[in-house]
């Protein structure tokens, strides 16, 4: 697992012995985001510095591959398609698809206009999703450049987003305190995960393997958990003293890993 | 780098771009969505009996749980 920290420290992790496999020194200390390569030999973060800068750990000791410095804004997201391709959104409304063999952008995705803060990738890596404070969701084909759908209906930031395991159906968060599931091929939004009770912004979510839960971290310090197809909140990870900001679950789905402003990653399952 | 600066945009030219984009999503051939939400519940329920995270799991076969205590040799 690879996290990084505003006390300007990037680590990877061996969740199984909570052991601390490699730490980068970041040179910016206000990130907003990191990545790891599905082949684990590359890691990213970025942040207020506008810039996504690439490490390979698997070198002797961490060494900077390539500094992507084009956007305007701040790095809110980055995701890696592989160890040649990157995908970052930024705080300047735009997303970019960066070819790390000549740390040059090979396109640029332009249409919201709200700084862009969450991005996810298609099971099948042809299209991308971008959440942004215009309060939009946009649909993106990787290689044409262009919005394919938009999905409307939260009325805040959307924070977090991400695709559901089957590729048809995508869920948001947004600072308006709900999460949503659209569905892709109907262009709709399907369910609505609010509770009256739950007042504080959504900063982050993941999904289990099946897609039956949804993990979101909220401003209230909690990760609560919801049934995607009763639309019902089943659970709550609290545990944290301050906001939890970052969210994820492991491509086995053995556990869900909550990052809080507290300083504390904690595993669950 | 980026082809737009948001900043300098009118609130016309933002309508505009809506507009342009709307223009293009409404050729979008789209299914029911009662179909959708079926398949999408298939999904799901195919998934759930291998889904740790909703099933549970044992401590035994658990990865994370604490390893043995330590020993003072």
Redesign the interface.
Known sequence: MVSASQDGKLLVWDTFTGNKLVAVPLKSAWVMSVAFAPSANLVASGGLDNICTVYNIKAASPKTLRELDAHTGYLSCCRFLSDSEILTASGDTTCVLWDLETGKQKMVYTNHIGDCMSLALSPDMNMFISGACDSLAKLWDLREGTCKQTFSGHTSDINAISFFPSGNAIITGSDDCSCKMYDLRSDQEVTDYTDATLNAGVTSLALSNSGRLIFAGYDDFNCHIWDSLKGEKVGVLSGHDNRVSCTGVPADGMGVCTGSWDSFLKLWN | ??????DD?TDKD?AV??VN??K??IK?E????S???E???E??Q???D?????KG?SEEK???KE?GGCVIC
């Open positions: 780098m980026p082809v737009i600066n948001v945009l933002k771009m809506e984009q709307l293009i999503e979008l789209r299914w029911l969505t179909k959708c939400c398949e999408i519940k999904y799901i195919a998934g759930v291998e889904d740790t995270l909703f799991i658990n990865p994370f390893k």
